[in-house]
């Protein structure tokens, strides 16, 4: 290897000890602030992902009742009769579960509105005998519904939810699901316009 060649390697190297010592000093120092400058960002940027209990508009407190313990039957409206068909509606949500929506208008109210005007239509019809699992704001645990429907021998359970605005506009169906000699059925979508599914 010739003297040029030997100058070229010698170029690329730093053979001053004091360059080497900064160098490492400065990764030392580097390495040692990476968890300041960390616990700085989470400091700053934490409060966002974070939320702590204090931070929380509203705080929800409720007594359960004793497992097991049966929900109170709901009155039963319409004829007299105990031969008519019995129809229970279930409002969805309520009480503390406002469910979706926007601003002032919530899914829970949305929900039992329906349920009242469908329960006055049915009772002047006078032909069938319904029940509502809640009549006014308050929450039912999902299990409860359904159960007060079998309690109370209904021949028919009706749910009233309302489904995000975004996809009412694409959807524009109902979701039936009918029990047939004591099992469940496949759901059935029906699309606008469309009152049975054999249309």
Do not use: W
């Not at 429907?149 to 021949?155: P, S, V």
């Not at 489904?163 to 699901?177: D, K, P, V």
């Amino acid at each position: 290897m010739g003297e040029k060649g030997r100058s070229a390697v010698l170029r690329g190297r730093s053979c001053d000890p004091s360059q080497n010592s900064m160098s490492r000093s400065i990764q030392l120092v580097m390495i040692l602030s990476a968890p300041l400058a960390l616990a700085i960002a989470l400091a700053v940027v934490g409060p966002r992902f974070f939320v702590s209990p204090r931070d929380l508009d509203y705080v929800v407190r409720f007594d359960m009742p004793a497992a097991g313990t049966p929900v109170d039957l709901p009155r039963v409206d319409g004829p007299a009769d105990s031969s008519r068909p019995l129809v229970v509606i279930d409002a969805g949500h309520g009480g503390f579960d406002p469910g979706a929506g926007q601003g002032e208008v919530k899914e829970k109210a949305v929900a039992l509105r329906i349920a009242l005007m469908l329960r006055n239509r049915l009772v002047e019809g006078g032909g069938v005998r319904v029940a509502l699992t809640r009549d006014t704001d308050r929450f039912i645990s999902l299990p409860d519904r359904p159960d007060m429907a079998r309690r109370l021998g209904a021949d028919l359970f009706v749910s009233s939810m309302r489904i995000a605005r975004t996809a009412i506009r694409r959807a524009a169906r109902a979701s039936m699901y009918c029990r047939k000699k004591g099992r469940a059925r496949r759901p059935s979508v029906l699309p606008r316009g469309r009152t049975r599914p054999d249309e």
